[in-house]
């Protein structure tokens, strides 16, 4: 980086060392300028492992020491918008470029839970806020994010609720980069099972307790507490199921996540084709159809395009136009296993009441759950499948349209400009 880049970093960096040291309370014993400090540190180390241009380097880190300033509003729900706030202010201040200012603005929302990142800058600072989750410094951090919690709701959570919390947020955390995926993940994974572990063992020795049978009557030794055999397998066959069950849903997660990921993506896509392709018509409406009549060799080359960007408009909105059923079921369709509840199109037309029993009856049903689960998860799939056919049939028409368009009009310019030497 330039040593302009440099030295705005710098600047960066005391003044949010000084909104910690002024403006953010004690009481956030994690969310600190040690925090702030570990994340930029986090950040800088991926951005130089991915080689990330300038341009991308230095929104990404001042980013990592603005994202947590919302602290300063005394109130961690919504912070990441009075962190922006902040980093706008102080950009604006020093008179930065707008388009640096977009891009440490939507990398500081991107760290909002849940994560959305769109991009790979936006994509290491949300890994490089989680750093610690793969670090065998997880353990002291998580200690510290009790304190805090702890002291500023006044209330004390239990250790069997704090450690309830952290398995499900790291079950539902994932990282984003490939570093993170290779060398903090596995670390990440160790720190969820000995969770698990270590609840579970909980629950058995509690389970064991109460299954402790009555002593035996014996006239020539005392009475003795004998556990069932049996019963201790019944307890290991609970223990594995219940592993299965959440490796499940685990499953289940991830795999809706990416389909919607990808959903999002489709439609940020279409859109882009729409909008481009609707201002490139607007301008040849308002602007170059008026002027044919005095350009006749310009018609053919003016249709050509105007063909190109409406078919490739078409085909985006196809791509996105919604398509939903009837949204009713019966009775039958519940007993019988037909209809998936977990999709709005099928229900969104029943009362209340009915959606309730017929839910009721999904959950108690395991594997109608599950079938529910795999039906949903196969629809999104062709769902996807049609919106990225439509997508790519589109940008196609518009690459190789835009193609012949231009040469189009080459074509009407060489004609136009021999006729005019021969006149």
């Known amino acids: 980086m330039t040593a302009e880049d440099q030295q705005l970093i710098q600047e960066a960096r005391q003044y949010v060392t000084d909104v910690f040291s002024n403006r953010v309370a004690p009481s956030f014993l994690f969310h600190s300028i040690d925090h702030t400090r570990e994340v930029a540190e986090a950040a800088e180390f991926l951005a130089n492992h991915y080689n990330l241009p300038d341009e991308e380097k230095l929104p990404l880190l001042l980013a990592a020491w603005f994202h947590d300033t919302g602290y300063s509003s005394g109130q961690p729900r919504h912070h990441e918008e009075v962190s922006r706030q902040i980093a706008v202010e102080f950009l604006q201040q020093k008179r930065i470029a707008q388009d640096i200012i977009s891009k440490v603005s939507n990398c500081i929302m991107a760290t909002k839970w849940p994560q959305c990142p769109t991009n790979l800058t936006e994509q290491i600072l949300c890994d490089a806020d989680l750093f610690h989750l793969g670090t065998e410094n997880f353990a002291a951090k998580n200690k510290l994010l009790r304190q805090e919690l702890n002291q500023l709701f006044e209330k004390k959570i239990s250790k069997k609720e704090w450690r309830e919390k952290n398995i499900f947020f790291l079950q539902q955390h994932r990282y984003f980069t490939d570093y993170a995926r290779t ?53 290991s066959e609970k223990e594995r199921l219940a592993r299965t069950e959440r490796s499940i849903a685990t ?82 369709d519940i007993e019988n296993k037909k209809v998936n509840l977990l999709f709005f199109g099928n229900f969104y037309n029943m009362s209340l009441p009915d959606y309730d029993w017929a839910m009721k009856e999904m959950m108690n049903d395991r594997e109608y759950l599950h079938s529910s689960m795999i039906k949903d998860i196969y629809f999104l799939g062709v769902v996807l499948a049609r919106k990225y056919k439509y997508l790519r049939i589109s940008y196609n028409i518009f690459m190789f349209g835009l193609i012949i368009g231009i040469l189009a009009f080459a074509v009407a310019f060489i004609i136009a400009g021999q006729h005019a030497t021969a006149g």
Do not use: W
């Open 251 to 332: 499953m289940f997660r991830i795999m809706s996540e990416n389909h919607v990921n990808l959903s999002k993506m489709a439609d940020s896509k279409a859109n882009i084709m729409i909008s481009v392709n609707t201002i490139v018509m607007s301008i040849m409406v308002s602007v170059l159809l008026g002027k044919l009549q005095f350009y006749p060799e310009y018609i053919v080359p003016t249709i050509i395009l105007l063909v190109v960007c409406l078919s490739a408009v078409v085909f985006a909105i196809l791509s996105t136009r919604p398509n939903i059923s009837q949204g009713t079921f019966t009775k039958e």
């Open 183 to 235: 060398h903090l993940e596995p670390v990440k994974q160790r720190h969820l099972q000995e969770l698990l572990t270590r609840n579970d063992k909980k629950e058995d020795e509690t389970i064991v307790e109460k299954i402790v049978t009555k002593p035996l009557e014996s006239p020539f030794k005392p009475a003795e507490q004998v556990i069932d055999k049996e019963k201790e397998k019944k307890i």
